[in-house]
């Protein structure tokens, strides 16, 4: 099995750099896409259909051309969710999740708290909401793959200037020690064998690793790879030991967030 994640900042605008074909030559099993930036009307053409892909939006309803997530499937879902029940999030399209048996795949887009305190707080605000569904999911029984944009680093080997960006979102405190809340580290096996918690597919696999998958695009930031890894597939326990390998494309530039590929043991 082979999940591919990917903030297309703008689904149309990477559809012309090449992305689509690109996507056709990877062999995924599931696309999660964030930041599509499109209604779904607006996606009609067959090039957004590739190789006969079952396609799933949900797309922001507070504005055009913002947020956004998608789903792209080989195989045909037993069951689509868009909705986890709170609309300031449901509404601004942050959510999708596609379910096959005991699987469950899910494209999420975390807000960002860049532009200032409001976003700043709503996010604190889905932080706190997301807490117990996180839990419930692992509680649940079933197997997840949470994949998409968090917009937070877990640790200084996930972005390039670490002290420097301790006062900005992303890399705040608070905001890491809630994602790091969520997961389990490599050696936590006690934790993870009681269902406790989330695994980093990309920090499991590469332990000291130091791939980031977003770049400003200010400056010289990509070509000199100063960035963020804040794209990531967490997985629930049961899926930890069917980690494979991943790895980050950055050979072409499709958006300023790279996709995340992560292949799985059957």
Known sequence: MRIISFNANGIRSAA??????????????VLCIQETKAQEDQLTDPMFRPDGHHCFYRDAITKKGYSGVAIYSKREPDQVIT?????????????????????SVVSFYIPSGSSGDLRQGFKYEV??????ILA?????????VLCGDWNIVC???DIKNWKSNQKNSGCLPPERDWLNGQCVDADQALDIAAGQGW????????PQGEDYTWWSNRGQARANNVG?????????PGLRDRLRSCSVYRDERFSDHAPFTVDYAP
Do not use: C
């Not at 909705?83 to 699987?103: H, K, M, T, V």
């Not at 963020?228 to 629930?236: C, E, G, H, P």
């Open 228 to 236: 963020w890894r804040i794209d990531y597939q967490f997985v629930s």
């Open 83 to 103: 909705s986890l029940g709170w609309a300031p999030f449901d509404d601004e399209g942050r959510y999708i999740e596609a379910r096959y048996g005991n699987l």
């Open 155 to 157: 640790s200084a080997l």
């Open 16 to 29: 012309t750099k090449g992305f689509l074909e690109w996507f056709r030559a990877q062999d995924a099993d």
């Open 199 to 206: 695994t980093d597919a990309y920090r499991l696999l590469h």
């Open 136 to 144: 419930g999911w692992l509680a649940s029984g079933r197997d997840y």
């Open 127 to 132: 932080m706190e909401w997301l807490r117990p």
